[in-house]
Each structure stands twice: as C-alpha cells, then as structure tokens.
C-alpha cells in the first residue's frame, strides 16, 4: 500500500470563528473513521506538500476546512467501494500530478476544486515542485476546455493566455506539458464526501448545526451539498439513543489474538453484536461468570435482554423478523447498512452477514452450544451514556472481580462530534480513562479513544498511564501498540 498522509487546507490568514472551528473538527474527525495517522496543516497548499514530503509520504489528499469524508457502510458482498478504499486504489497508480474535481470559470479556463485533492509527491518532485496555480488575474498560459463539456477530455484541452481566475490551473498546466493524466474522482468517492464550507450559505448552515435537534426537511437557503450532509447525520444525531446494532461491524481480531489470563468474573460490553461473547469465549468463564451489558440507548438494552432470554441460538435471521415486531420503528432505531431499514430490508443481505458470523464462530453446531451456555449466564442491563455520568457502571465495575470492558466507539460517534468539542471529547475520555483505573485497575480494557484509534491489549491503569503521556492532539493522536481495527 502507498504510503499517504491527510493534509487540513486553513484559510489563509484568518482567525477560525465557532463555525469555522467546528468545520475544522468535523473535517478531522470524519477522517477518523478510515485515517487514523497523522495530519499536517498549513494554509497554503504548497507548504502542505513541502510538510507532507518531509514525512517522507508519497501521496498527499488535501481537505480544505468543512470537507467531510462520509463513508458509507457498505456490505463486503455488492463489491462497492468507499471514500478510503477508492483513494486507495488511485495511490497504485503513477501516471497523474493530481486528482480531484475538475471545474471551468467563466473564462472557461481549468481548474481544480480545493475541497479536496490527491497529489502524487513523487511526480511533483520530478516536475520540480510547480506552483499550484492561485487567483491572481494575471494574463498567464492557461488550460481551456471549450465547451465546458469536454472538461473530461484531456485531448480536447487547449493552452490559452488568459487571466488567472481560478484554482490550479498551473498543476494542470504542468500535466498537460509533461503528458501526465488528470485523474477525476470516481463516483464512490464523490458520492461519500461533501464541502460543507459553501460562503453564500454558511449563516443557515450554522443555524441548522445548532438546532439538529429539530426535525430538517430541507432549508431553501441551504446548499445542496450541506441538505444532503443534514440528511444523513440527523438520523444519527436524533435517533442514536433509540439505536440498536444487531451485528458487530468490528473484527473480533483484537481479542482473538490477546494474551489470555484467568476466566473471566465479568465482563462489561456495551449492548451491540456478539461482541462480548467473543471476549468470554476468548479469555474463557465459568459459572458464575457475569454478563453486564450497558448502552446509552434504553432500547438497545431492551433488544439484548430479547435476544439472550427468547433465542435458542439458530436461524438468526428469522428471528430478527421477531425482533422487529416486538421492537418497531420508529420508536426503535436499526443500526442497519447503506440505505436499509426494516421496511426494505434484504433478509438474503442479513444471511450472508449471519453465515459470515457463524463461520467465525466455527459453524452453526458450534455457535449454538456456545450460546446456550452464554446465555445461561446471570445478565445485567445498564442505561448509562458514557458521555455525561458514568457513575452507575463504576459501581458495578469496583465490585466485578476478573473483569473486561469493551466500549466499542462509544466516545468517537457522529452524535458526539455534533454535541461535544474535540476539546470537550478530549476531557470527557480523559476522565473515563482516569476513572476506570481508579475504580478497576485490572481490568482489561478494548474499545476506540476519542480519536477512533484502537486500544486493546491492556490493563485500565496501564492504559491510564500510557494516556497521560499522550501529546499529539487531534492531528497526530499517538497510537498505541495495539491491534488496530477499523470501528
């Protein structure tokens, strides 16, 4: 795999209001969920390419501030690809300076959209390191495509003089010349990202982003781009606490391959998946041992308590269809793939996401013996949101003997980057990472930090004292030696 680094495009000059700021964060934050290394940051692309070959990177994908990555979930059998993966796949190739979305001015000189752009570094090395290409409205030579509809078309372009009045002209100038390719974006990338950072109608935007909460059915004032982006996230951002997965999307890798101590007293999970018979079946239990399940979701408790005291551990997939008439929409909120509710769903989908499961367990025989004794063990169910008062979970927690937490991504999720700073993010994980050392130093911890970044493998309080040596910050959070995994 090449070798890329994100860079974060600032505006040049300016002192970042509280939008600003917040599209900041959000456009780091959306990396996060396929891009957990470091990211550089300046206000002029040029120094961002310089930045990003003193990192040694051969590829750099530029995002401007309000540029959101919104990866779909997308299941492994419809061969889809998504944002991360097909940016990927033009990293395999050599032949271009960049990628990205072309554009015409008026003038209809060519341009590139700075919202986002893929550079290879090491053809910008080789063409001597050209100027990007800004606005100044000087008459220089510069790419034309007449009509605009052979944008696409590089054997259609043709050089001009004419004024400077767009972004990037002299990048592909400097393509043209040396016969490189202008690569576009393919339709899966386009299709999960958005510039959010539309000036004409950032006042609505800011007022919509501090009123989510109130239901959106489209804002005249709004770009298209932010409609679509609030369409998306609302669902999220006012159903999450009636929300209900009933698969895990994280491999159970992290725990497969963990070093094994004594069986498991308890173990805390939060009410998602099979997850947390994983980590019993891996780490091994007893009779005694205890299942304590919480989530900040009343219903997602409700659905597991459904699941362990009426399933006999065979034909999953029917039985979700019990599921969804004990537990309707909308007061219940799946958690289901691209596009998929309980109305429309493909229940040969949910199968071949079922015999996936099963083979990880080793066949259905398998799992249904192992279920019976799961769940056979004494259960707890505990509403508690992580985010604002954890205290109910220490409490059992302090009591727990051999213990183990999986929190999943309970502090990287798009309801928290809506409600919470990365700030405020930042100090809500510090004190669960502190807390939960305090209350049960022995416990063994897996889940995401706030920056999506994977941590298995320790102890509470060895973790504790690995996070406070932490310096990084939200541009370069500093990874552990752990097992990553994609939450």
């Known amino acids: 795999m090449s070798k890329l680094i994100f860079g974060l495009l600032t505006p040049d000059g300016e002192q970042l209001d509280e939008f600003q700021t917040k599209l900041r964060e959000f456009t780091i934050a959306f990396s996060r969920y396929g891009y957990r290394e470091e990211i550089v940051e300046a206000s002029d692309i040029e120094q961002l390419l310089i930045m990003a070959i003193a990192k040694n990177a051969q590829y750099c994908l530029i995002q401007s501030v309000g540029h959101v990555i919104d990866e779909q979930w997308y299941l492994p059998h419809w061969h889809r690809q998504g944002f991360h993966q097909s940016i990927q796949k033009l990293c395999d190739y050599n032949d271009f300076l960049i990628a990205g979305q072309l554009y015409c001015s008026e003038n209809n000189t060519l341009g590139i959209e700075t919202s986002c752009i893929l550079i290879n570094l090491s053809q910008y090395k080789k063409l001597g390191q050209p100027s990007f290409g800004e606005i100044d409205w000087q008459p220089r030579e510069v790419l034309c495509a007449s009509p605009a509809q052979s944008m696409s078309v590089q054997t259609l372009w043709q050089k001009k003089t004419k004024p400077c009045d767009i972004r990037g002209w002299q990048f592909l ?22 510039d959010l950072n539309v000036s004409q109608s950032n006042q609505a935007f800011a007022a919509r982003l501090r009123n989510i909460n109130t239901a959106f059915t489209g804002e005249p004032n709004l770009a298209a781009t932010q409609q679509t982006f609030l369409n998306r996230a609302q669902k999220q951002i006012q159903s999450a606490k009636k929300g209900v997965f009933l698969l895990n999307i994280e491999s159970y ?31 091994g239990f007893h009779a005694s041992s205890k299942v304590v399940l919480f989530d900040y979701s009343k219903q997602a408790l409700a659905v597991r308590q459904y699941i362990v005291e009426h399933w006999n551990g065979e034909d999953f997939t029917t039985f979700v269809k019990q599921v969804f008439q004990q537990f309707p929409e909308p007061h219940t909120f799946y958690q289901l793939w691209h596009n998929t509710n309980t109305t429309n769903i493909d229940w040969q989908d949910l199968e071949r996401l079922w015999q996936a499961e099963l083979t990880r367990w080793g066949g259905a025989d398998n799992f249904k013996k192992m279920w019976q004794k799961f769940s056979a063990l004494e259960h707890r169910f505990i509403h508690v949101d992580l985010l604002q008062n ?98």
């Open 173 to 194: 100038l400097s393509s043209y010349q040396h016969q490189l390719v202008v690569r576009a974006f393919s339709e899966d990338i386009n299709y999960n990202r958005f």
């Open 253 to 283: 890798d992290d725990v497969d391959n963990e070093v094994k101590g004594q069986p498991l007293d308890t173990v805390f999970s939060v009410a998602a998946g099979f997850k947390a018979y994983r980590i019993l079946a891996a780490h």
């Open 390 to 487: 954890k205290q109910a979970l220490f409490d059992e927690i302090k009591i727990s003997g051999n213990s183990y937490i999986w929190w999943s991504n309970a502090f990287f999720t798009i309801y928290s980057h809506w409600h919470f700073s990365a700030e405020q993010r930042h100090c809500i994980y510090g004190d669960w990472v502190n807390a939960l050392a305090t209350a049960a130093g022995e416990c063994r911890v897996n889940g995401a930090d706030h920056h999506n970044c994977a941590v298995n493998g320790l102890t509470a309080l060895a973790y504790s004292r690995l996070f406070q040596k932490q310096t990084g910050g939200e541009l370069n959070p500093q990874q552990l030696s752990c097992l990553d995994i994609q939450f």
